[in-house]
C-alpha cells in the first residue's frame, strides 16, 4: 500500500475514534474500530478485553520483539470545551476532537506504521502492535491485563505526544495517604495537640524535602501535598487530619526505595502508600532504537508525564506527534500534518533500526 494513501486512512479511523465515547473502562467501541481495521487490511489479530493486538506476519520467535503500544480510552471532556467533543472537525489544519491529541494521534499513527511494516522480511526484531485500553486511569484491564497474554516484550515504543522526539526516561509515581494525629476535643476548651495546627509545621517540612539523587534526564524526585481533609463540625478539634502526597520519581530510585525513605523520615503518625508498581522507565543512550532517532533529528528529554511505560519490565522510550501540553485541555487537538511527519518519522526510525 502507498504511504499517502496510508496516512489518509489513519486520519479517517482516527476522525472515527473521535467521535466514538470511549472513557477508560468504555472502550469497547474503539476496540471494534481497531478490530475493523485489521479485518480490512487482512491482518490476523486478537482481542483481549478491549485491547487489541497483532504480530508482524513474519514473526520469529528467535528474535526479539519490539512492541508498539497506544492507547485509545479518554479521559472526560471538561467543562471549558467550546466545540462538541466528539465532532472530529478539520480547521486551518487542526483535527480538534476528544482524544485527538492524547493520544489518537499517535494510535493510528502506529498502527499505520506497523501496516506498512507487517510484510516486511529481514527485520531484526519481530514487531507487535496493541491498541490498550484504560491507560488515563492506570487500570487493571489495559496493558497490565494484556502482557501475560502476548510474546515476551525486549523493547517498545509507546504512542503519547512527544513533538516526535525521544523520551528516553519517564518519571514513575506514587501516591501516599498520611495522617497527623492530635487530641480531639471542644473547641471552646484549650488544646495545645490541634492535628491542623500540628499539620501546619509537616507541610513546611514536605515543602522543604529534597531527595540526593538527581537525575540526568529527569531531575529531581518531586513530592507534592495535593490534598488535605480534617475535620466535620465546626465546634469540633479533629482528632486526624489526612494529607495526600504525590511523588513522582526519577530513574534514581526505585519506588519501594521511595517508600522506605517516607516511613523513616516523613513527621507524620501514619504514611501508606497506594501501590508502588508505577515505576520509572527509561531506555539506554546507546539502544538503537535511541541511536536511530538522533541520527534522523531527533532530539532526547526525560519526560515528567506517566504513561502506559510504567506498566513494562522493558527498556521502553515515549515517541509521538502531538505535543503534552494540549492533552486533557478544551477544545483538543493535532495538526493533520504532524501525523503524516509522525507516521513517515516512525518509518524511517524503524527501518534504521531494525533492517539489516
Known amino acids: 500500500m502507498r504511504l499517502k494513501e496510508l496516512q489518509q486512512q489513519a486520519i479517517e479511523l482516527l476522525k472515527n475514534l473521535i467521535q466514538t465515547q470511549s472513557f477508560s473502562g468504555e472502550e469497547n467501541k474503539t476496540a471494534d474500530l481497531l478490530e475493523k481495521w ?3 487490511h487482512k491482518i ?3 482481542r483481549f478485553l ?3 493486538w497483532a504480530v508482524n506476519k513474519n514473526f520469529d520467535e528467535s528474535k526479539p520483539t519490539l512492541l508498539l503500544n497506544s492507547h485509545h480510552d479518554t479521559v472526560k471532556p471538561n467543562s471549558a470545551y467550546t466545540r462538541d467533543p466528539f465532532k472530529a472537525e478539520i480547521e486551518t489544519g487542526k483535527l480538534y476532537g476528544l482524544g485527538s491529541n492524547d493520544a489518537g494521534g499517535c494510535l493510528i499513527s502506529l498502527l499505520a506504521v506497523f501496516t506498512y511494516l507487517y510484510s516486511e522480511e529481514n527485520l531484526t526484531h519481530n514487531i507487535l502492535f496493541s491498541g490498550t485500553a484504560e491507560e488515563e486511569i ?3 484491564n489495559g496493558i497490565a491485563a ?3 497474554e502476548i510474546p515476551k516484550i525486549d523493547v517498545a515504543i509507546i504512542g503519547e505526544p512527544t513533538l516526535m522526539n525521544l523520551a528516553i526516561a519517564e518519571k514513575g509515581l506514587i501516591v501516599f495517604d498520611a495522617v497527623v494525629k492530635g487530641t480531639p ?3 471552646a476548651h484549650p488544646n495545645t495537640d490541634n492535628s491542623i495546627y500540628k499539620t501546619a509545621k509537616v507541610l513546611e517540612w514536605f515543602e522543604n524535602f529534597k531527595l540526593e539523587k538527581v537525575s540526568e534526564n529527569l531531575g529531581e524526585v518531586k513530592v507534592t501535598v ?3 481533609n480534617a475535620g466535620s463540625q465546626h465546634n469540633v478539634v479533629p482528632a486526624k487530619t489526612h494529607l495526600v502526597i504525590d511523588v513522582r520519581v526519577n530513574d534514581k530510585y526505585t519506588n519501594a526505595e521511595i517508600e522506605k525513605i517516607l516511613n523513616e523520615k516523613a513527621p507524620v503518625d501514619e504514611i501508606t502508600a497506594r501501590s508502588l508498581r508505577l515505576n520509572s522507565s527509561s531506555i539506554p543512550i546507546d539502544h538503537e532504537l535511541v541511536k536511530a532517532g538522533i541520527d534522523i533529528g531527533m532530539k532526547t528529554y ?3 508525564t506517566l504513561s502506559d511505560q510504567a506498566m513494562l519490565s522493558c527498556p521502553s522510550l515515549k515517541l509521538g506527534p502531538g505535543d503534552s501540553t494540549r492533552s486533557h485541555s478544551a477544545d483538543e487537538f493535532i495538526y493533520i500534518n504532524e501525523i503524516e511527519e509522525g507516521i513517515e518519522k516512525y518509518i524511517k526510525l524503524l527501518e534504521k533500526a531494525l533492517k539489516k
Open 226 to 228: 495535593t490534598q488535605i
Open 185 to 187: 476535643s471542644h473547641a
Open 50 to 52: 478491549n485491547n487489541v
Open 138 to 140: 492506570n487500570g487493571k
Open 44 to 46: 490476523p489479530h486478537k
Open 146 to 148: 494484556l502482557l501475560p
Open 38 to 40: 485489521f479485518r480490512e
Open 302 to 304: 526525560g519526560s515528567p
